[in-house]
């Protein structure tokens, strides 16, 4: 039987890296994907805890996490379009109009 | 046999995640990422949560990806665009932050006293969940249609060209 730590130990790690990718990547769809992991490592969480204790509500959390998920791509994809479109470059470090 | 299809797929995870962040190219960093939501997808099933498991591969890595690769194929981007590094630092400072979160979640999960799942004490079928949703959580249910209406006005709005 596999304990629960194990999950955990999983989701956290991959959690982490989603944070080191938001890090390191400078291309701004490369950020979004960042976050789409450590959406994921979070949904494992709710799964194995809703597994654990036998109640069904952490599985039902995962799917308003999977919608905020499509909306977020949605809005961020068309933010990316408008700003290739602007700035011809998806650099997040070269979009600093209103950077002091 | 359940302790080997775990650690397969949690390897493949972890393995899929690094490569995200080792790929030059974005579209391979999406593809990878496919990899990684399809492992989760097993992942889910190992955890009796079947019917998260088929929306998982349908909605996330069938619709959402299928987004991802969408736009980062119409941009057409070049391969690597370093340039202007004026946050190159965060590197430095980001990746041991990031370790020291790793290690001090890691020690303090493992210590933590042994919990097993008990297997196959609920599955999660389509019908318990959908009761769930319709009963437990009608407000929030209502609400994610309200933010999925927004979202969509939004991603019109910031797409369009001249509006």
Do not use: C
């Not at chain 1, 994907?33 to 805890?49: G, P, Q």
């Not at chain 1, 039902?60 to 961020?76: D, H, I, P, S, T």
């Not at chain 2, 790793?102 to 999960?109: A, D, M, N, Y």
């Amino acid at each position: 039987m596999i304990p629960l730590n194990w999950y955990l130990i999983l989701a956290a790690v991959l959690f982490v890296i989603g944070v080191l990718g938001f890090f390191i990547k400078r291309n701004i769809i490369a950020l979004l994907l960042s976050v789409e992991i450590m959406l994921n490592a979070v949904n494992l969480t709710f799964v194995a805890f809703s597994s654990q204790r036998g109640q069904i509500s952490g599985q039902v959390f995962v799917f308003f996490v999977l919608v905020v998920a499509a909306a977020e791509a949605a809005v961020g994809l068309a933010l990316v379009i408008a700003m290739y479109r602007n700035r011809e470059t998806l650099n997040v470090d070269r979009s600093n109009l209103l950077k002091w | 046999m359940i302790e080997i299809l775990f650690f397969f797929f949690a390897a493949l995870a972890v393995g899929a995640a690094i490569n995200v962040l080792v790929q030059k190219h974005v579209l391979y960093s999406a593809l990878s990422l496919i990899v990684l939501l399809s492992s989760m997808s097993g992942l889910f099933i190992l955890l009796r949560a079947d019917f998260l498991a088929v929306i998982q591969v349908i909605v996330y890595a069938g619709a959402i990806m299928v987004l991802f690769v969408f736009v980062i194929m119409l941009l057409n981007l070049p391969e690597d665009e370093d340039g202007a590094d004026r946050l190159r630092w965060l590197k430095f400072l980001g990746i041991p932050l990031g370790l020291f979160f790793l290690f001090l979640t890691v020690i303090t999960l493992w210590n933590v006293e042994r919990q097993d799942i008990v297997e196959a004490q609920m599955a999660g079928t389509p019908e318990l969940i959908g009761r769930s949703l319709f009963t437990d959580y009608l407000l929030p249910f209502e609400a994610t249609s309200l933010l999925i209406l927004i979202a969509l006005m939004g991603a019109v709005v910031f797409a369009k060209k001249d509006l």
